[in-house]
């Protein structure tokens, strides 16, 4: 799993960046590094080829896209309210500090998700015939 760490006030992703800490670097959420006494915790790991809240099912996508349609920490705390404040912070410090990478991953994502949907017509040709026969009829209403 790659996950966020912060050391120093510096942000480090381990998933996005290739970047490895020294062992002696390496801690756990809420521990003090041995040589900062700085404090860390991770905020996102990868996994299931996405990227999640760590320690929960909240993926990152959708702290992202609330975040973008404008939406405060408290707003999103609201509409998961599983979140603590901390991990939306968190988990909008890591976009932003990576917003670039993560962008393109989710508009890669969005293209996969388009690619795999199948067509109504396939789906549900019943329903899709029935959509269509009412499409015409409000066509030649309007006409």
């Known amino acids: 799993m790659g ?5 120093s006030g510096r942000r480090y992703n381990a998933a996005l960046l290739n970047w490895a800490a020294p062992s002696s670097h390496r801690v756990q959420a809420g521990k003090r590094s041995r040589d900062t006494g700085a404090m860390t915790r991770e905020y996102i790991e990868q996994r299931n080829g996405g990227y999640y809240v760590a320690g929960t099912r909240i993926s990152l996508d959708s702290v ?10 408290q707003a999103i705390q609201q ?10 912070y968190g988990a909008i410090a890591f976009y932003l500090a990576n917003e670039a990478a993560i962008d393109r991953y989710l ?17 549900n040709p019943a329903l899709y015939a029935k959509l269509e026969r009412a499409r015409q009829a409000m066509a030649e209403k309007k006409s």
Do not use: T
């Not at 996950?3 to 050391?7: E, K, N, T």
């Not at 509409?79 to 939306?88: G, K, P, R, V, Y």
């Not at 508009?107 to 789906?123: D, G, K, N, Q």
């Open 107 to 123: 508009e890669e994502s969005e293209r996969e998700f388009e690619a795999a949907a199948i067509p109504l017509s396939v789906a």
């Open 79 to 88: 509409d998961f309210q599983l979140l603590e404040l901390w991990q939306i």
């Open 64 to 73: 992202v896209y609330s975040f973008k349609k404008g939406n405060s920490p």
């Open 3 to 7: 996950f966020v760490h912060i050391v």
